[in-house]
Nanobody, 122 residues
Framework: QMQLAESGGGLVQSGGSLTLSCQAS????????MAWYRQAPGKPREWVAA???????QYADSVKGRFTVSRDNAKNTVALQMNSLQFEDAAVYFC????????????????WGPGTQVIVSS
């Protein structure tokens, strides 16, 4: 069974940077896509970014140009580099794997991690 665990969340100042990591318990080399979602208090879950098996990445308009998703198949990890963080970026960030929906990038996804919290301060 695939298990995902996020790390790297924490407190960061507005305009700062933070890198999140998703550690998978099994190989991700043949997983069709890996994704990041986020959910702020009182708001619905929001798709952030995804990367496919061949390395193609897509991003939500709200983070495009500021966030970068990458994959390391040798370590079974997926990272999300977040730059120029804003108050609107504060949320619990979730790692997801294996799209089973119509969209390879936006899922829905089968496997989910428990999440890691990102707090943005002034």
């Amino acid at each position: 069974q695939m298990q995902l665990a996020e790390s790297g969340g924490g407190l960061v100042q507005s305009g700062g940077s933070l890198t999140l990591s998703c550690q998978a318990s099994a190989s991700i080399a043949k997983i069709n896509s890996m994704a990041w979602y986020r959910q702020a208090p009182g708001k619905p879950r929001e798709w952030v970014a995804a990367i496919t098996q061949d390395g193609t990445a897509q991003y939500a308009d709200s983070v495009k140009g500021r966030f970068t998703v990458s994959r390391d198949n040798a370590k079974n990890t997926v990272a999300l580099q977040m730059n120029s963080l804003q108050f609107e970026d504060a949320a619990v960030y979730f790692c997801a794997a294996n799209s089973v929906g119509a969209s390879l990038f936006q899922g829905p996804f089968y496997y989910w991690g428990p999440g890691t919290q990102v707090i943005v301060s002034s």
